[in-house]
């Protein structure tokens, strides 16, 4: 198998389990899908296991890499802005979308029946869950917002402190190195776990689910291309100067990754080497890409949340005015952060909807699509996680134009960012390929 690129395995992992899924719902075999629904929930739940170490390891030693990056300061702010900016275009997309399509009208659902989800979203809520009462306990519930919040003061405090702080930073190094060696031994199964999601999803849902929703849906994956391959490749040329094609031939491993394991936080470690390898230099990338994998959401936190709004909105005959559109925008592009990387957006969505005093209840309705929507929204967020470090590095003149040309052609022996162990893309080896 290790002879097959990994893309081709995802795709074999990928055209099998719609295969299964099919098959195990038009013949009616629970036991088939029961067994797909395991492999797949298993291997998501290898990928949120390493979720809690790997955020405060990364974030840690990212923000104390920081110490020798020149102009530190202006580059995290510069990166704050532009996942700002990057964000709003892409909420705007949506609402153009949801203006154009209508996906609520028509569209007969038994609303009495809907209930809102077990976890909603409130500002008082954000703001209140920010801070941990037990920094313990926000590992142990696996908070990442919480989570990131303690590892930005501790990362910050052990930049300060300096020297004297070392032993404590070289701890989190080790750990985290020890984290992505593990979690890209998960990332090697992603073949045989695309295999039980799609499988799973395909037989779980259906069309006779899809079809009511099926205006939805397309509006959700439109969206979600033309802020993929419109507006990212749009801004890579007029903001960066860059070839689009390139960058997608380097970001597509992670983009891949992103679409079936659907965690922005499982797969960091595939986007921040497709990043360095984009020619980003590491030490920025080390800060930018973990930042952006816990609060740059432009499928779940933008594209997602307005559509579903406006769907929520005509479902329930209520009409939405300009002040609501402007809500919705700025809802997506300060309130991402409580996505927080993990699957799905279910709190960003009752949030947006809590905003706009629409029925939280109308997340319900979405609740049964959810993971064939998450797939295309979590590849969409991992690819602005991506852009973002690429454009700023080149507007400051430290991308490497010879590294972003080349990326994505390979060598004979060369593996890709999926393929390549941690510790060789660290330093800057390349594995060679197995006999």
């Not at 389990?17 to 629970?30: D, K, T």
């Not at 992603?190 to 037989?203: E, S």
């Not at 922005?264 to 990043?275: D, H, K, L």
């Amino acid at each position: 198998m290790r002879k097959i690129p990994f893309s081709v395995q995802i795709l074999l992992g990928l055209v099998l389990g719609v295969a299964l899924g099919f098959v195990a719902r038009a013949y009616e075999l629970s036991w088939l899908a029961g067994t797909l629904d395991t492999v797949g929930g298993v291997f998501v739940q290898l990928l949120k296991l390493a979720v809690p170490p790997l955020v405060f390891t990364a974030i840690v030693v990212s923000v104390v890499s920081l110490r020798g990056v020149a102009n530190a300061a202006r580059l995290a702010l510069k990166t704050l802005l532009w996942f700002g900016a990057t964000a709003l275009v892409a909420v705007s997309v949506g609402i153009g979308l949801g203006l154009l399509t209508d996906p609520g009208r028509g569209v007969t659902l038994d609303t009495a029946a809907a209930t809102a989800p077990k976890k909603t979203g409130s500002w008082t809520d954000f703001l209140t869950g920010i801070v941990p009462t037990n920094p313990v306990g926000a590992f142990v519930e696996g908070n990442v917002l919480q989570i990131v919040f303690l590892a930005l003061i501790v990362g910050a405090a052990a930049l300060l402190v300096g020297k004297a702080a070392e032993p404590f930073v070289e701890l989190n190094r080790a750990l985290l190195e020890i984290v992505q060696k593990a979690l890209w031994w998960v990332i090697r199964l992603a073949p045989i776990g695309t295999l039980g999601l799609i499988g799973n999803a395909v037989a779980s849902y259906g069309w006779d689910l899809l079809a009511p929703l099926a205006r939805f849906t397309t509006a959700v994956y439109v969206g979600c291309a033309i802020v993929l391959f419109a507006v990212y490749p749009l801004l890579l040329v007029a903001a960066g100067r860059l070839n689009p094609l390139r960058f997608f031939a380097g970001a597509w491993p992670a983009i891949e990754l992103a679409f079936v394991s659907r965690s922005s936080v499982g797969t960091m470690p595939v986007t921040q080497r497709s990043v360095e390898r984009l020619g980003v230099p590491r030490e920025y990338a080390s800060f930018a890409v973990p930042f952006g994998a816990t609060t740059k959401m432009d499928g779940c936190a933008a594209i997602y949340p307005a559509l579903a709004a406006i769907f929520v909105a005509q479902v329930f005959g209520v009409d939405l005015g300009f002040t609501d559109y402007l809500l919705i925008a700025f809802v997506s592009v300060v309130g991402s952060a409580a996505t927080a990387g993990l699957t799905g957006a279910i709190v960003m969505l009752t949030l947006t909807l809590s905003t706009l005093g629409l029925p939280l209840a109308g997340a319900g309705l979405l609740l049964a699509i959810d993971p064939i929507l998450d797939m295309v929204r979590t590849a969409t967020n991992v690819a602005g996680q991506a852009l973002v470090p690429t454009i700023v590095a080149a507007r400051e003149g430290t991308l490497d134009r010879a590294a972003y040309d080349s990326a994505g052609r390979r060598t004979p022996g060369e593996r890709t960012a999926v393929e390549r162990d941690p510790q060789d893309a660290r330093d800057g080896r390349l594995a060679p390929a197995p006999a």
